[in-house]
């Protein structure tokens, strides 16, 4: 059954005055097309497929020279006695210039985080934990004064003593701070029970 389609084509008579009807290549082709329309390029879509493009690729460029810039210039201060150029990390603490008050400076330090963080802010104590929390800001400074001080003129026993008292009056003034919010809670709370 099975025969080679070029031995069948080959016997079979060429009928010459077999044609086509009219007009069949071009119903043909119709046909054709319709089946499988022409893709049209868009101009419009690969000019935005480039513009995206170039965008992003600034982009990435300007990231990454953002990232591998140098970093900024850190200020320096200007010490007023000698003229001198020092950085704050140039600044020794305490603990770093008198290696035996080093457990001093980390009591005190430890003891006003830890009372600090024990303290819970609401709407009704707000006003009086910023008042607190402003003087703890101003002896902060005084303190780094004190600090730059000592790093200056190297240790005396005044600037010593200074530095210790500063940090015994923050504490003493974080536990006040503790105290009057006891004292206002309890008023709250007994007003609330009246």
């Not at 305490?94 to 035996?100: I, K, N, Q, R, T």
């Not at 707000?126 to 703890?136: A, C, M, N, P, S």
Request: charged content about 30%; overall charge negative; hydrophobic content about 40%.
């Amino acid at each position: 059954m099975a025969q080679d389609l070029r031995n069948l084509f080959g016997e079979d008579p060429k009928n010459s005055d077999i044609k086509m009807s009219e007009g069949h290549d071009a119903r043909f082709l119709q046909k054709l097309n319709e089946e499988f329309p022409k893709k049209k390029s868009n101009n419009r879509f690969s000019f935005l497929n480039i513009a995206a493009s170039v965008i992003v690729l600034l982009g990435l460029s300007y990231g990454a020279f953002q990232f591998f810039q140098k970093p900024p210039v850190i200020p320096t201060e200007v010490v007023e006695n000698n003229d001198v150029i020092e950085s704050k990390d140039d600044i020794k603490s305490l603990g770093e210039v008198v290696p035996d008050l080093q457990k001093v400076e980390d009591y005190y330090l430890a003891s006003i985080n830890l009372e600090l963080s024990k303290v819970e802010l609401t709407l009704e104590n707000k006003e009086l934990v910023d008042g607190y929390i402003l003087r703890l800001k101003e002896l902060n400074e005084e303190y780094d004064k004190l600090t730059i001080e000592l790093n200056e003129n190297g240790p005396n026993e005044a600037t010593l003593d200074a530095l210790i008292d500063n940090l015994k009056f923050r504490l003493n003034l974080v536990m006040r701070l503790k105290e009057k919010l006891q004292e206002f809670n309890d008023d709250s709370f007994s007003e609330a029970h009246i």
